[in-house]
């Protein structure tokens, strides 16, 4: 079967980066994704990483290796609506699975 | 571009009955998937129905079913409801290639059951 590892908590310091990391074991593997998810409202898409490498989009950056069926979120420059849950997802075959989610909280 | 709408937004329902839940996906999107959501599990995968046919299912019992109509609206019902049903229900939509793994989700539906 499918998992996905990722911590449940993360602390982190406003202005400073932090980076949530996210274990797979799946068959057929297409893609990682990232989605967040603040309190009350719906997951939002954040990045996908279907090749071994850094992807850049804006203060966020995610990375994926497929040799070591793991990848990372990576936010920089932290700010106070950072705080959220974090969920990495794979996608297999025709269906996305997703982890646990990374509660995210940002001290001022 | 309307985003995904789900309704009922909240709804209580006793053990034993029966709830159904709808979606209707973003404009041109065939390709809606189901997800439970509750404290420290995550988002755990239902069903994702792709042109009126179930493609994938995930690990949940026969209580849980759903359907997707002709214009790519989706159902999705839970049978006998126990305690454990209380969640929040996702449903995401996308253009089924799912090339860049990204789905777009409603606001849920948040379900209690008493």
């Known amino acids: 079967g499918q998992s996905l590892e990722q911590p449940s908590e993360v602390t982190a310091v406003e202005g400073a980066i932090v980076q949530i990391n996210c274990t797979y074991q799946t068959s057929g593997f297409y893609g990682l994704s990232w989605y967040q998810q603040h309190d009350g409202g719906a997951p939002t898409f954040l990045s996908y990483?279907?090749?071994?490498g850094l992807e850049e989009t804006g203060r966020f950056s995610s990375f994926l290796s497929r040799s070591d069926s793991y990848g990372y979120l990576l936010l920089q420059e932290l700010q106070m609506k950072d705080s959220a849950s974090y969920f990495c997802a794979v996608r297999e075959n025709d269906k996305i699975i997703f982890g646990k989610g990374t509660r995210l909280h940002i001290l001022p | 571009k309307a985003g995904v709408t789900q309704t009922p937004r909240y709804l209580i329902k006793t053990r034993g009955q029966q709830v159904t839940l709808s979606c209707s996906p973003i404009s041109g999107h065939r390709s809606v998937s189901w997800y439970q959501q509750t404290p420290g599990q995550g988002l755990q995968f239902l069903f994702e129905?792709?042109?009126?046919?179930?493609?994938n299912k995930g690990n949940f019992p026969g209580r849980f079913s759903g359907r997707q109509f002709s214009n790519s609206r989706s159902e999705m019902n839970v049978s006998t409801l126990e305690l454990g049903d209380s969640a929040l229900y996702l449903c995401?939509?996308?253009?089924?290639?799912?090339?860049?793994?990204?789905?777009?989700f409603g606001e849920g539906s948040r379900l209690t059951v008493l």
């Open positions: 995401a939509s996308s253009t089924g290639g799912a090339v860049t793994g990204e789905l777009f």
């Open positions: 129905y792709f042109s009126e046919t179930q493609r």
């Open positions: 990483n279907a090749l071994d």
